[in-house]
């Protein structure tokens, strides 16, 4: 059965930053395009950024470019997200997904596009 766990959240001052592991079992994970979404309480499940199977495209949400980077490790088949210049608005449950699709495709910011999931981490940031 396809897992995805993710790691590394916790509290964070702001300004601080944030390094976050998606580790996948049971899945062709370099077949998969990964990404990461979060959730704020009262708030829809947004599109954090993705990178693509094949190239390793990334793709980012306008509200975090800049200052995030997503990567992953095939041979590990783990996924990392790494954001910067933290602030209280970055407070959510973060999740890990996969997707057997190319970004390409289209639609990937969308969790429809996305087959299978992570339980989420909570990230707090906090002065």
């Known amino acids: 059965q396809v897992r995805l766990v993710e790691s590394g959240g916790g509290l964070v001052q702001v300004g601080g930053s944030l390094r976050l592991s998606c580790a996948a079992s049971?899945?062709?994970?370099?077949?998969?395009?990964m990404a990461w979404f979060r959730q704020a309480p009262g708030k829809e499940r947004d599109f954090v950024g993705t990178?693509?199977?094949?190239?390793?495209?990334?793709f980012y949400a306008d509200s975090v470019k800049g200052r995030t980077t997503i990567s992953k490790d095939n041979a590990k088949k783990t996924a990392y997200l790494q954001m910067n210049s933290l602030s209280s608005e970055d407070t959510a449950v973060y999740y890990c997904?996969?997707?057997?699709?190319?970004?390409?495709?289209?639609?990937?910011?969308?969790?429809?596009?996305?087959?299978?999931w992570g339980q989420g981490t909570q990230v707090t940031v906090s002065s």
């Open positions: 990178i693509s199977k094949g190239d390793d495209r990334t």
């Open positions: 049971d899945l062709p994970f370099s077949r998969y395009t």
């Open positions: 997904a996969a997707s057997p699709y190319s970004p390409y495709s289209g639609s990937y910011y969308t969790p429809r596009f996305y087959t299978n």
